[in-house]
């Protein structure tokens, strides 16, 4: 019982991935190939009621891959070292 406890939080934590516009939509325009346009993804992002969620959750588990929150990885890795 005290294990399904710790568990509930994550899940809870995580809701707002339901609720995120990127769910609704095309995920290979949120992991474009290498040198592909992030232009449609950042786009989706912009009117994104979770986006700060997301954000913050890729800041926190060190994505390296794909757009999250509006920000490729190199944009991530730039906000990151000015908050240091």
Known sequence: MRELFL???DAEELG?????????????????EKGGST???KKV???CDVRDDCLEY???NDERFGIWGGLSERERRKLKKRAV
């Open 58 to 60: 890729a800041l926190m």
């Open 16 to 32: 707002w991935q339901e609720r995120a516009l990127c769910a609704q939509t095309d995920p290979e325009a949120f992991f474009p």
């Open 39 to 41: 232009r449609e993804a």
């Open 45 to 47: 992002c912009l009117t």
């Open 7 to 9: 568990l509930e939080p």
